[in-house]
């Protein structure tokens, strides 16, 4: 069975200092994606990133990056240099190739960043 | 291009009473998710349906729990009779499917918040 962990229930940083945020998955498919969504206080989910699970090229986005490593099953997120603005939860995520695309969800990490 | 549109975006309703929550999903997706989110149990998948037709709807409660959809653009939650631990946001989201086994995100509602009391 699929499971998602982010063992951060919650962080708390001073703006500009650099954050990461754990995700560790199970599976046992070959086959599978990765994902992440940010949920702000206005409550929407937004859809951050994907990978599959055969590349684990890490990826960087303006101030976000992703650090994908299967050896050992995790896909961290780091901010840089974090803005009050990153203040949100953050969840990671997991569909299985033989799952359609039913996603199960990580409990999330509620990042605080303080000005 | 329009999102996912749920609504209502509040509902708040008496206990026993019958709710109705409405989706939109992006035009051209095939696949619709229905999430329930709750500071206990965090986001819990409901119900998922491809291509107008449900798949796995494992994640209903119970039998007060319904979904349909009925066309491509639109698909209905409903709860008959509403409980106050029914009390949740509701999301919807939608996705291009999958195709050959890839994977594709899914795009969230802005969602409902449902009080019931």
């Known amino acids: 069975a699929q499971k998602v962990t982010q063992a951060q229930t919650e962080i708390s940083v001073v703006e500009k200092e650099d954050v990461t945020l754990d995700c560790v998955y199970e599976t046992r498919d070959t086959t599978y994606y990765l994902f992440w969504y940010k949920q702000p206080p206005s409550g929407e989910l937004v859809f951050l990133i994907r990978?599959?699970?055969?590349?684990?090229q890490n990826e960087i986005s303006g101030r976000y990056s992703w650090n994908f490593q299967k050896s050992t099953s995790s896909f961290n997120f780091t901010i840089t240099a974090s803005q009050v603005v990153d203040s949100a939860v953050y969840f990671c995520?997991?569909?299985?190739?033989?799952?359609?695309?039913?996603?199960?969800f990580g409990g999330g990490t509620r990042l605080m960043v303080k000005p | 291009d329009a999102g996912v549109i749920q609504s209502p975006r509040h509902e708040v309703t008496e206990m026993g009473q019958e709710v109705t929550l409405r989706c939109k999903p992006i035009?051209?997706?095939?696949?619709l998710f229905w999430y329930r989110q709750t500071m206990m149990r965090g986001l819990e998948l409901l119900i998922y349906?491809?291509?107008?037709?449900?798949?796995?709807d494992s994640g209903m409660p119970e039998d007060r729990f319904s979904a349909k959809m009925p066309n491509a653009s639109f698909s209905t939650l409903k709860i008959q009779p509403s409980e106050p631990r029914d009390s949740a946001v509701y999301f919807c989201?939608?996705?291009?499917?999958?195709?050959?086994?890839?994977?594709?995100?899914?795009?969230f509602g802005p969602g409902t918040r449902l009080t019931v009391t």
């Open positions: 990978r599959n699970s055969f590349d684990e």
């Open positions: 349906f491809n291509n107008n037709v449900p798949i796995d």
């Open positions: 989201a939608s996705s291009p499917g999958t195709v050959s086994g890839l994977s594709y995100e899914q795009y």
């Open positions: 035009s051209g997706h095939n696949s």
């Open positions: 995520a997991l569909s299985e190739g033989n799952a359609g695309n039913m996603l199960t």
